[in-house]
């Protein structure tokens, strides 16, 4: 890049010189101006995005890590960052990784004979993708809304995220019992399941919904209850696949967790 | 950008003519190489370094998130970018989020008036920065060599991490108890403690480091025994900031654990 704009610059100082019987006292394009206009701005403008992307970076990590409070929407300045992100190819790079990760640690498992090792998996945002909805929403910029999510959610058309579809078919194939762990409502069970289905994800050995009475509850919490009785029918969790903090934390953890990324929004 | 260039080439096209008459029969630097030469692989340049951006910053999401198996040293493809992390804004950007996001947290905490309430601080790469070693090695690239990290630690001169003094001044004001607890070893107390004084550090509630038994053990089993030993006495760990997971995870868990950025090692 800098031979092109020092080759560019020299040749602007030729041009200048057999342009200059035209240019030279003219007061509409100075000379100088031409030449130093377009750079200035350009290198303030590069400027200011590159600190916008470093800003907006350090803010996804923090995110990853769990290091921020919780949140409710993202940072205005980042929309188009988180945009960016979420429609390139960083997120799905993010979500191969994590599922590549899983698999490797899947198969160098060995599995007891009993049927007891479990893999769970949550439900939005690890296997079915609700970007559909959120590119309507800003992604994560508005504030979160039940009932349009629900309508949404009542649709049915939530895709597949594909490296989750092929860890899915990865532990299975492997011997896995399968849960999937999801915060959405027990109301939503036969759509859930239907949509889970028509996208590749054919069969499960539970699928956990939340009932009238979990709902006051905190994600972790609800999450935390459903691991523990898990152990105490006698499973082992293996692993755990999911994109929110909230999946993963609490009592009765997996043996290794795994963080899908997911900077539109933050439960707790 | 595309402005830039798009004058750039004009400019090119224009000063061709008058220059043809020098090179335009040359075959050592034929005119349309001169063109489109540094163009064509410049925009090749750029997708492969953008590529490869992309890819080790998801490495480092992987890093961050906790999803990688333990790792013996960084990608080597990925070793500028880690350079460049390390030495740029970018490293000290996320550091100073996290110890916002602490500070903010701890401010937030009512104390109890017992004297009990504790933030733990690990030392290396939390407190103190082996920076300047680790720039003498690859910044991760090179496998870990505990002979000549061990006479970096006897020189004394690991700098602040500065974000994080601003932490543990905040916190110490606050009135937490401080307590740091290291996987150096014991026959490195006095230096550390040295090291500690001289960059800022002037307190401490415990300095907590590996006794000879601890040796073999993992770090998260180490760290996991010291905050199960302060529970034990009656504390309440409020807060704990560390650059790995090893200083955060386990038993006794704080209230809220703080991840610090490290691309450069991993500690099980």
Same mark, same amino acid.
């Given at each position: 890049?800098?031979?092109?704009?020092?080759?560019?610059?020299?040749?602007?100082?030729?041009?200048?010189?057999?342009?200059?019987?035209?240019?030279?006292?003219?007061?509409?394009?100075?000379?100088?101006?031409?030449?130093?206009?377009?750079?200035?701005?350009?290198?303030?403008?590069?400027?200011?995005?590159?600190?916008?992307?470093?800003?907006?970076?350090?803010?996804?990590?923090?995110?990853?890590?769990?290091?921020?409070?919780?949140?409710?929407?993202?940072?205005?300045?980042?929309?188009?960052?988180?945009?960016?992100?979420?429609?390139?190819?960083? /997120?799905? /790079?993010?979500?191969?990784?994590?599922?590549?990760?899983?698999?490797?640690?899947?198969?160098?498992?060995?599995?007891?004979?009993?049927?007891?090792?479990?893999?769970?998996?949550?439900?939005?945002?690890?296997?079915?993708?609700?970007?559909?909805? /959120?590119?309507?929403?800003? /992604?994560?910029?508005?504030?979160?809304?039940?009932?349009?999510?629900?309508?949404?959610?009542?649709?049915?058309?939530?895709?597949?995220?594909?490296?989750?579809?092929?860890?899915?078919?990865?532990?299975?194939?492997?011997?896995?019992?399968?849960?999937?762990?999801?915060?959405?409502?027990?109301?939503?069970?036969?759509?859930?399941?239907?949509?889970?289905?028509?996208?590749?994800?054919?069969?499960?050995?539970?699928?956990?919904?939340?009932?009238?009475?979990?709902?006051?509850?905190?994600?972790?919490?609800?999450?935390?209850?459903?691991?523990?009785?898990?152990?105490?029918?006698?499973?082992?969790?293996?692993?755990?696949?999911?994109?929110?903090?909230?999946?993963?934390?609490?009592?009765?953890?997996?043996?290794?967790?795994?963080?899908?990324?997911?900077?539109?929004?933050?439960?707790?």
């Amino acid at each position: 890049m800098t031979s092109l704009l020092v080759m560019c610059f020299f040749l602007m100082l030729f041009s200048s010189c057999t342009l200059a019987n035209d240019n030279y006292n003219s007061h509409i394009f100075p000379r100088p101006l031409v030449i130093e206009y377009p750079e200035g701005n350009e290198f303030q403008l590069r400027e200011s995005l590159e600190e916008l992307r470093l800003q907006c970076t350090s803010w996804r990590f923090a995110v990853e890590a769990n290091n921020l409070s919780p949140w409710k929407t993202i940072p205005p300045e980042c929309a188009a960052y988180v945009e960016d992100y979420m429609t390139g190819r960083a /997120y799905s /790079y993010d979500l191969q990784r994590v599922s590549r990760a899983a698999g490797a640690f899947a198969k160098s498992v060995e599995l007891a004979e009993d049927g007891k090792d479990v893999w769970i998996f949550d439900v939005d945002e690890t296997l079915l993708s609700n970007l559909p909805y /959120y590119a309507q929403h800003g /992604y994560g910029l508005e504030i979160f809304n039940h009932t349009k999510f629900d309508k949404w959610v009542e649709e049915g058309l939530a895709p597949a995220i594909h490296s989750s579809l092929e860890l899915y078919r990865d532990v299975t194939s492997l011997g896995f019992k399968v849960f999937f762990l999801t915060g959405r409502s027990e109301r939503h069970g036969n759509i859930t399941a239907d949509n889970l289905i028509k996208v590749g994800f054919q069969h499960w050995d539970k699928l956990i919904l939340r009932s009238p009475e979990d709902h006051p509850k905190q994600a972790t919490m609800y999450k935390s209850e459903k691991r523990d009785e898990m152990i105490k029918e006698g499973y082992r969790i293996v692993g755990n696949s999911g994109d929110q903090w909230s999946d993963l934390l609490g009592s009765s953890p997996a043996n290794r967790s795994f963080k899908l990324p997911n900077p539109m929004y933050y439960i707790p």
